[in-house]
Structures are given as C-alpha cells and as structure tokens.
C-alpha cells in the first residue's frame, strides 16, 4: 500500500476575455446636410430612417453622439467608411471610435 493520497483531479479552464468593444463617435459639423447623414447612418450602421435621425439631431445638438457599439476592428472599419463616404461628397462629416468604459 502506498502512504500517498490521491487528490481529486482539477479541470483548469483558461479565462478567455471577450474582446474589447469600442464605440462608434459621430462629430457633429455645420456643413454636412442632415439628409446626408441620415442615409449614411442607414446604410453602414442598418439603422431606421427614425433612428438614423434621432442620432443626427443628437449629435447636432450635443456636438456628438455614439452611434453604436462593435468589436474594435468592426467599429473601425465602420466609422472609416461612413468618414470615406462624405469625403467623397465633399463634406467634413467624421466618424470615430474610443474604447468602451469597463
């Protein structure tokens, strides 16, 4: 007989982190027509037409407005095409991104 006792056998299962998600900023200006950045709300973040204008009117009064919320990588493609598409129109309209508070 051995002088040993066995200890029950411990599964230790790494902690995986979800990723960090980052928030998409829409920065308001005094050039970029409303109508404009309401079809580009709709068509890069799928937002309603009653969406899309209550964050235009939000970012217009309050000079910004979070948009959405994505995994980094997503949010940066997002905010760069939404920016992408108004500077091929001309205008200044900019989107950004930031890390979400823990």
Excluded: W
Aim: charged content about 30%; overall charge positive.
């Amino acid at each position: 007989m051995s002088d040993f006792t066995t200890k029950p056998r411990v599964d230790i299962k790494p902690k995986t982190q979800r990723p960090r998600l980052h928030k998409v900023i829409l920065l308001n200006d005094d050039y970029t027509p409303r109508e404009f950045v309401v079809t580009v709300l709709k068509g890069e973040f799928r937002m309603s037409e009653e969406q899309a204008h209550r964050v235009m009117m939000t970012a217009h009064q309050r000079g910004v407005c979070v948009v959405a919320v994505y995994p980094k990588e997503v949010a940066e493609t997002k905010a760069t095409r939404a920016t992408d598409a108004a500077r091929q129109k001309g205008y200044p309209l900019l989107f950004t991104t930031e890390p979400e508070e823990a």
